[in-house]
């Protein structure tokens, strides 16, 4: 009888999981890019590599994938965080601080791309409108997990150029919606291409329903429902409702007869304006690396290399002229943004690949007969040998961009100061208590920007309505602190009221931001001994500043000159942190002998 597995796709399951525990740390150690490398493992070990190889060899179909239709069910779990996390990614006020970089340079780039690549479709591969509509739409899009890494690397993200591609891409991330609806219309018109600028239009007007569904159904179901459970701080209900929110409004969208894929970015999107965003990307975090990886290597899988000796100088052809088309768009929009012309290259160049979002669109188009197999099949090997050639190309543009660092950057450093004031430079504000929203009462009065963190469901719900920067979140995570840019903060101020909360948050943030000014405030004169000892540079007992400010009181009350009280107060402070200090000297010498 024949054996009956109770878990389906387990051996695919077990096989993967081991891949992944082996390739994220080897590819982190060697730098290598986490979609090339997965890209790279699924085209060796999948029906097209060395699985064609299982029915011959048996041992072989242990570790290959030799039907890829036993994970594609698995994979479209990654396609749809992968579409929940570019949805978080693009929060209104993100959008708004680089509109004109994202709605102007951004614009302009999907549009006259997707009019190039669309018109060479037509003339050079014959197709019809709708099929090139689609090609030129889905390949005017770029990595933006390839150009963000590779921006990360060389510690560029923040540079003029940088933010320049960010705008771009998040952009790009942003068409999704129009591109999706587009192509369930387009494919439901069963290939005709006569009729297309109408289906265009009823396609804009679906799109306007989904956002619409995104404020009306999701305002009113999903953040309260957050709001509601998130005050108990349990990160399994948390996780939860993060798991509810994606698929159910997945479930929503494909029962208005859209894709799934479309309704996990719209959970993303609502979920990017609400005060759970951070605390959202760090539980997703975990699983959005893995889940992308199986997603990416399967798309490996469905590569089949040897189409490179059967058809070398076609998709050569393909390769360059996608990476020539979008450059000859992408260079002069950065130009009049304000770059230097070195610098509009090397954006050019960097930007010229296809997007991991082809592989989603092209799989849709394909499956609904918008796009031959055996030209989708090749399209999709072409976006995957962009990808692997824009390291090389990012290093070609890298050495013309540095050329040009001695013309004026005055425009593009007026972005980086105007446009990214709000998001780095900015104080951390650790709980929202009194304390913490009388200091950040004090920023606000001076100009000084914050970003404020509380565990207070409640109080973060009615704090951030009403405009305020504070978000939901336990500030002594690193993480968080890594996603708002602590290592730029001009300080970070503990003002939780928890002891052991306070002492934790102050090793976790001295350990991976050493440099950075840290200031405490204490419950007492012990636990201040022991925050100074951590690490914190300054430390404020709330007992000793009571006692200190009633002592005042009553010796001006006494008839001392108010001067003189003074003076008395701030030798009292002076000498507690005088022996703060020679405590925590003469513990480190201790450790030392």
């Known amino acids: 009888?024949?054996?009956?597995?109770?878990?389906?796709?387990?051996?695919?399951?077990?096989?993967?999981?081991?891949?992944?525990?082996?390739?994220?740390?080897?590819?982190?150690?060697?730098?290598?890019?986490?979609?090339?490398?997965?890209?790279?493992?699924?085209?060796?070990?999948?029906?097209?590599?060395?699985?064609?190889?299982?029915?011959?060899?048996?041992?072989?179909?242990?570790?290959?994938?030799?039907?890829?239709?036993?994970?594609?069910?698995?994979?479209?779990?990654?396609?749809?965080?992968?579409?929940?996390?570019?949805?978080?990614?693009?929060?209104?006020?993100?959008?708004?601080?680089?509109?004109?970089?994202?709605?102007?340079?951004?614009?302009?780039?999907?549009?006259?791309?997707?009019?190039?690549?669309?018109?060479?479709?037509?003339?050079?591969?014959?197709?019809?409108?709708?099929?090139?509509?689609?090609?030129?739409?889905?390949?005017?899009?770029?990595?933006?997990?390839?150009?963000?890494?590779?921006?990360?690397?060389?510690?560029?993200?923040?540079?003029?150029?940088?933010?320049?591609?960010?705008?771009?891409?998040?952009?790009?991330?942003?068409?999704?919606?129009?591109?999706?609806?587009?192509?369930?219309?387009?494919?439901?018109?069963?290939?005709?291409?006569?009729?297309?600028?109408?289906?265009?239009?009823?396609?804009?007007?679906?799109?306007?329903?989904?956002?619409?569904?995104?404020?009306?159904?999701?305002?009113?179901?999903?953040?309260?429902?957050?709001?509601?459970?998130?005050?108990?701080?349990?990160?399994?209900?948390?996780?939860?409702?993060?798991?509810?929110?994606?698929?159910?409004?997945?479930?929503?969208?494909?029962?208005?007869?859209?894709?799934?894929?479309?309704?996990?970015?719209?959970?993303?999107?609502?979920?990017?304006?609400?005060?759970?965003?951070?605390?959202?990307?760090?539980?997703?975090?975990?699983?959005?690396?893995?889940?992308?990886?199986?997603?990416?290597?399967?798309?490996?899988?469905?590569?089949?290399?040897?189409?490179?000796?059967?058809?070398?100088?076609w998709l050569a052809c393909a390769v360059l002229g996608l990476v020539l088309l979008k450059g000859l768009v992408v260079a002069p929009l950065l130009r009049l943004g304000g770059l230097p012309w070195g610098r509009a290259l090397e954006g050019a160049l960097l930007l010229g690949q296809g997007g991991e979002f082809a592989f989603i669109v092209i799989g849709y188009a394909t499956a609904s007969k918008l796009l031959d197999g055996a030209l989708g099949a090749r399209v999709m090997l072409a976006v995957g040998l962009s990808l692997f050639i824009t390291p090389l190309l990012a290093r070609i543009g890298h050495a013309i961009g540095e050329r040009s660092t001695a013309e004026p950057q005055g425009a593009a450093a007026r972005l980086a100061d105007n446009e990214l004031e709000a998001a780095r430079g900015r104080v951390i504000i650790a709980g929202f208590g009194r304390v913490g929203q009388q200091l950040a009462k004090l920023l606000a009065a001076q100009g000084i920007p914050y970003v404020a963190f509380e565990n207070d469901a409640k109080l973060v719900s009615k704090l951030h309505a009403d405009g305020v920067p504070v978000f939901f979140g336990n500030a002594a995570r690193p993480e968080l602190l890594r996603r708002v840019h602590a290592d730029e903060a001009p300080a970070i101020v503990l003002t939780m009221d928890h002891p052991a909360s306070a002492l934790q948050a102050v090793r976790g943030i001295r350990r991976e931001f050493p440099h950075v000014q840290l200031y405490a405030r204490s419950r007492d004169e012990k636990h201040a001994r022991a925050l100074k000892r951590a690490g914190a540079n300054v430390v404020v007992p709330e007992t000793l500043e009571a006692s200190l400010q009633l002592s005042a009181f009553v010796l001006e009350g006494m008839g001392l000159d108010e001067r003189m009280v003074d003076d008395i107060v701030d030798r009292e402070r002076d000498a507690f942190a005088a022996a703060l200090d020679d405590a925590r000297s003469r513990e480190r010498d201790e450790r030392d002998v």
């Open 1 to 313: 009888m024949q054996e009956q597995h109770a878990f389906p796709f387990l051996r695919e399951i077990l096989l993967f999981l081991a891949l992944a525990g082996i390739l994220i740390p080897l590819l982190q150690r060697l730098r290598i890019n986490q979609v090339l490398g997965f890209l790279a493992v699924g085209a060796l070990l999948g029906p097209f590599g060395l699985g064609r190889m299982a029915q011959d060899f048996a041992p072989l179909g242990l570790f290959t994938f030799p039907n890829n239709d036993n994970v594609a069910m698995l994979a479209e779990l990654g396609v749809l965080f992968l579409m929940f996390m570019i949805g978080l990614e693009l929060s209104a006020a993100r959008l708004w601080a680089m509109r004109r970089w994202v709605f102007g340079t951004g614009s302009a780039q999907v549009v006259l791309c997707a009019a190039l690549i669309g018109g060479a479709a037509c003339l050079l591969l014959d197709q019809r409108l709708d099929a090139a509509l689609v090609l030129g739409l889905v390949l005017s899009l770029s990595s933006t997990a390839v150009v963000m890494q590779l921006l990360a690397e060389s510690q560029r993200t923040a540079s003029p150029l940088g933010q320049a591609a960010f705008a771009v891409l998040m952009l790009q991330d942003l068409a999704v919606v129009p591109i999706l609806i587009l192509i369930g219309a387009l494919g439901k018109n069963d290939g005709g291409g006569s009729n297309v600028a109408l289906i265009a239009l009823l396609a804009m007007a679906k799109a306007a329903v989904a956002i619409a569904l995104i404020y009306l159904v999701g305002g009113k179901v999903v953040h309260p429902l957050f709001r509601a459970f998130a005050r108990h701080r349990q990160p399994d209900v948390f996780m939860a409702l993060i798991l509810l929110s994606t698929f159910g409004i997945a479930a929503l969208s494909h029962l208005a007869g859209l894709s799934m894929a479309l309704g996990a970015l719209i959970a993303g999107l609502l979920l990017a304006e609400t005060e759970f965003k951070h605390e959202v990307e760090l539980m997703v975090e975990p699983f959005k690396g893995l889940l992308m990886g199986l997603f990416f290597m399967t798309v490996g899988m469905g590569m089949d290399a040897l189409q490179v000796l059967h058809a070398p100088l």
